[in-house]
């Protein structure tokens, strides 16, 4: 009887050691599991950090003023290229030789050229005169090289779109200290 006695305490011995064998393994087992995870969750913490700072870059850009004027023709808009029909009349004027209510019509060619906007005014088959400009806030502000003027003169022109191909704005001529013409002007893609 000793002898079964302890026979079985030798096998509930062995056999308990195999369970905590077994515990210990799977316990192992589990850590290293953990580990991993935990790896992989500093892995993706790291990709989140590094796409978040990429995202606060590009919106930085974005959000970036131009310049101190508030330039933006950096952004092409390809609705504003080609050639347009523009309506003019006369709104007010303090000029000899002006009414309200003249009309004037002329096609404008325009483009961009080194991040500016050209615009070429023909009228009867003859380029007469050419403004360049850029956008400040939401308008298309053009004025005339001083070239194609009178002395003391300034034009200045300001679009802004109502469609992909319809315009409107106001042409304002200045002659320093003499008048100021300002026409309401229509401009329609061709």
Do not use: H
Not at 10 to 22: H, K, M, N, T
Not at 34 to 63: F, G, H, Y
Not at 81 to 93: D, F, I, P
């Amino acid at each position: 009887m000793r002898l079964a006695f302890w026979l079985t305490a030798v096998l509930i011995l062995a056999l308990s050691g195999c369970r905590l064998q077994e515990r210990e393994k799977e316990l192992d087992r589990r850590t290293q599991e953990l580990d991993q995870k935990e790896q992989q969750l500093v892995l993706r913490e790291q990709q989140l950090s590094l796409k978040e700072a990429d995202l606060t870059r590009r919106e930085k850009a974005l959000t970036a003023p131009v310049d101190s004027t508030g330039d933006s023709t950096v952004v092409y808009n390809p609705y504003l290229v080609g050639r347009w029909s523009v309506q003019m009349r006369c709104t007010e004027t303090s000029c000899e030789g002006s009414a309200v209510g003249d009309t004037k019509t002329e096609q404008w060619a325009i483009n961009y050229r080194d991040n500016r906007v050209f615009a070429q005014a023909v009228a009867n088959n003859e380029l007469f005169r050419v403004y360049t400009g850029s956008y400040k806030q939401d308008a298309l502000v053009l004025t005339a090289q001083q070239d194609s003027l009178a002395p003391n003169t300034r034009i200045t022109v300001s679009l802004r779109f109502k469609t992909s191909s319809t315009m409107e704005g106001q042409r304002e001529i200045v002659r320093e200290g003499v008048c100021r013409i300002v026409y309401a002007l229509e401009l329609t893609k061709l």
